[in-house]
């Protein structure tokens, strides 16, 4: 499975921004998905997973009630609505597909993509 992020792009604080990630197979419907970020100097930090049937969602701490993961198996996609950004939201965002639950660590999914900056300017 390939994944492909886009949408990031620079954003004054305050605004928002929409990822999203279009995975190579519909194989990818059966998959939790999820979205990691790292900042520069930083550890990698999970950010957002949800279930492949879109019934379970699992939000870091520093993100909950500001960003919304969602999926349209259809389009073998995952969004990643981010609101009420902060500059230290600034980071590369990556998805990764795997089976099994909403995991919090990129190991334990199979695959991962590239990322997509995003820049919040304060």
């Known amino acids: 499975v390939q994944l492909q992020a886009s949408g990031g792009g620079l954003v004054q604080a305050g605004g928002s921004l929409r990822l999203s990630c279009v995975a190579s197979d519909r194989t990818s419907r059966t998959y939790t998905l999820g979205w990691f970020r790292q900042a520069p100097g930083k550890e990698r930090e999970f950010v957002a997973a949800?279930?492949?049937?879109?019934?379970?969602?699992n939000y870091a701490d520093s993100v909950k009630g500001r960003f919304t993961i969602s999926r349209d198996n259809a389009k073998s996609t995952v969004y990643l609505q981010m609101n009420s950004l902060k500059p230290e939201d600034t980071a590369v965002y990556l998805c990764?597909?795997?089976?099994?639950?909403?995991?919090?660590?990129?190991?334990?999914?199979?695959?991962r993509g590239q990322g997509t900056q995003v820049t919040v300017s304060s």
């Open positions: 949800i279930s492949w049937s879109g019934a379970i969602t």
């Open positions: 990764a597909a795997g089976l099994g639950s909403t995991k919090m660590v990129l190991y334990e999914y199979s695959y």
